[in-house]
């Protein structure tokens, strides 16, 4: 099919991938024989509407040579029809059941890939999110426009068009792919039934996907226009648009107005040239694009972790309760996982980096032996079980060695007694990683780390650029960060982390015997002690102590108590370690009086003495002014397309 100048497709290079059905001359279930016999019909196209007088009345739309359909008939048959000769109206050819007596048709071809009705004279197949670009056109095969028509008493089939198209102007250098979505999650394509009972024929969704993506299978795209193929809808807060450039960077832009135009089929938008985008950066979209995303200490694409879905109160929304990777829309606020779980391969990011997105911790994620990854990013998340990850021997889930488990850029709130609780058996291997997120504590006494007395080992334990916090109305009366005096460890590393009201009670790091690499250092402690003192370390008595490596150095703390803040090693017993310092205590608090990380607000810290602005966590919204929202990891700033 084509269409003169602004479209000239062919689609006798239909986009299936799939084989075409073949139909057996019998019905096993009924034992007829059902007999296929020659039928040809002439075609009739609908113009597509928007396009006259856009482009110098241009809107013609034609078959092309070898183009093909499905036909459907009243008896079950489903068979494929084929143009010898293009035009705007053409003879298809090909079989139907014999005897029957109504006729279908859609475009594009799809007899492997779509059902039909016959009572109900309706058809039912998908519209795929993503699309082949082609410049001054829209996608063809399964990806492109679909049209339906039903046969008259001449056998000619009159096609209407069921979808609608945005055209969008590309006029950036390098970009690979171009992505639109609604802002209130519209169903923008994905499984359709078309009702063809009625004078009109009626298109409804099913199992909607919520993007549409056009792109050349990772290859530059050409400056130009190009059209989006949606289903009929109304963007009630408009839409983004994001483009992904070849060196893995995004920009977009935005509209936040209602659009209602394309709510009924047959439209096109015409949208204006975007002279101004803003960097961005949603993980879902570079996903799809097949780069590299990293979080935190953990690397993922969609072909090491195949199958990751967007979830929103549209598509795929509900609880997580199984393996899977998981983008979660900021739209959607009611994403949780309401099961104590076994997890060996689970991912959940909220997929705009310019926020944080809900997301109810509400049972366990229990780690499961042999399992590689836990990766939570980019999330503000409410913890209802007294613990976020633990180990349940009693009912089968538990670990000997387990790969990453990694948390990055979220807020953890409501935080009971403990958050990892990995005592009910000895596992021997784990890599936990935690880096810039927020843990807002509920409980008087705090494990965060917590193996109990169970002679247990980890590979390697870091925690860094985080804010540990008592919420309000919350007194601690111990924190301890690591628990356990059987604890081996290969590598801990505990950096520019900032304490505050969070008691700790004799000791904040309590390891065993092996310890291989221990730096602790540029951490903040404020509100932190008692008037007893405070050991921020200890191990226990052993000839290990002497080959430990590393630094403890550049800590400091201010409490309004009387107590020292000593690290609680000595350095004759860790003989290798160059520096060890016991944290200095500061004349004033440094926090800002912006300082409320329950509301995502920080703002800088303000220290009487002359120490460097490195010590205790950094935040990018530590401003003089913060934004009173979460932390944003990439800059985004919405701004409106303005008239379309």
């Not at 296929?36 to 856009?54: C, D, Q, R, S, W």
Request: with cysteine.
């Amino acid at each position: 099919m084509k269409t003169r100048s602004i479209f000239m497709i062919s689609l006798a290079f239909v986009a299936m991938s799939c084989a075409k059905e073949v139909l057996p001359e019998t019905n096993p279930e009924e034992n007829v024989e059902l007999k296929l016999v020659p039928m040809e019909f002439t075609t009739a196209l609908e113009t597509k509407a928007g396009i006259t007088g856009i482009v110098d009345g241009i809107g013609t739309v034609e078959w092309a040579a070898n183009d093909e359909i499905t036909v459907f008939d009243n008896l079950g048959g489903k068979n494929t029809f084929t143009t010898a000769v293009g035009g705007a109206s053409s003879v298809f050819t090909g079989k139907v059941t014999e005897g029957a007596t109504a006729f279908y048709a859609l475009y594009p071809e799809r007899t492997s890939a779509a059902e039909f009705d016959a009572p109900a004279m309706t058809i039912t197949s998908k519209l795929f999110p993503d699309q082949t670009a082609v410049v001054g056109s829209y996608a063809e095969g399964s990806g492109g426009a679909v049209m339906v028509a039903s046969a008259d008493a001449d056998n000619r089939l009159s096609f209407k068009n069921m979808t609608s198209h945005i055209r969008f102007t590309l006029n950036v250098d390098e970009v690979v792919s171009i992505t639109l979505m609604g802002n209130n999650a519209e169903k923008v394509a994905g499984v359709y039934t078309i009702d063809l009972s009625g004078s009109e024929p009626i298109i409804a969704v099913s199992k909607p996907e919520t993007y549409v993506r056009l792109h050349n299978g990772g290859n530059v795209m050409a400056q130009g226009d190009y059209y989006f193929t949606i289903l009929p809808v109304e963007f009630t807060e408009g839409f983004t648009v994001i483009l992904s450039k070849k060196d893995g960077t995004q920009v977009a832009r935005k509209t936040e107005k209602e659009i209602a135009s394309l709510n009924q089929r047959n439209q096109i938008l015409p949208m204006k040239a975007v002279t101004n985008y803003h960097s961005h950066m949603n993980y879902f979209v570079k996903y799809l694009d097949g780069f590299d995303i990293t979080l935190g200490g953990y690397t993922f694409n969609k072909t090491t972790h195949t199958g990751g879905k967007l979830v929103n109160a549209t598509y795929n929304n509900g609880n997580i309760t199984k393996d899977g990777v998981y983008f979660i829309d900021p739209t959607y606020t009611e994403a949780k996982n309401n099961k104590a779980q076994a997890y060996s391969n689970l991912i959940v990011v909220g997929s705009d980096a310019s926020q944080r997105t809900k997301f109810d911790f509400y049972r366990q994620a229990r780690p499961y032996d042999g399992g590689t990854v836990i990766l939570m990013a980019n999330l503000d998340c409410t913890v209802g079980d007294k613990n976020a990850f633990a180990q349940n021997a009693e009912v089968g889930h538990s670990f000997a060695e387990f790969g990453d488990l990694t948390l990055y850029n979220c807020h953890f709130r409501n935080v009971g007694k403990n958050f990892f609780e990995f005592k009910n058996s000895a596992f021997t291997k784990i890599n936990v990683y935690v880096e810039e997120c927020e843990f807002g504590f509920n409980a008087p006494a705090v494990y965060l780390f917590n193996t109990g007395s169970n002679v247990s080992a980890a590979q390697s334990l870091t925690f860094r650029n985080n804010v540990f916090y008592a919420e309000t109305g919350t007194t601690m009366t111990a924190f301890k960060m690591i628990h356990s005096d059987k604890f081996s460890i290969s590598d801990l590393d505990v950096d520019k982390n900032t304490f505050s009201g969070t008691m700790i009670e004799t000791n904040m790091l309590r390891l065993g015997d092996v310890v291989t690499t221990l730096n602790c250092s540029r951490n903040l402690f404020v509100g932190c002690s008692a008037d007893a003192e405070i050991k921020v370390i200890a191990l226990r008595v052993g000839t290990n102590k002497a080959n430990v490596t590393g630094v403890i150095t550049n800590n400091y703390y201010y409490s309004v108590g009387t107590a020292d803040f000593g690290m609680g090693v000595g350095k004759s017993a860790l003989t290798s370690m160059t520096t060890i310092n016991s944290a200095a205590k500061l004349t004033s608090s440094p926090l800002s009086s912006k300082w409320n990380p329950a509301d995502g607000a920080f703002g800088p810290y303000v220290f009487a003495e002359s120490v460097s602005n490195t010590v205790g966590a950094y935040r990018s919204d530590m401003k003089a002014t913060p934004a009173t929202a979460n932390y944003a990891a990439a800059n985004y700033v919405s701004v409106d397309y303005g008239t379309l």
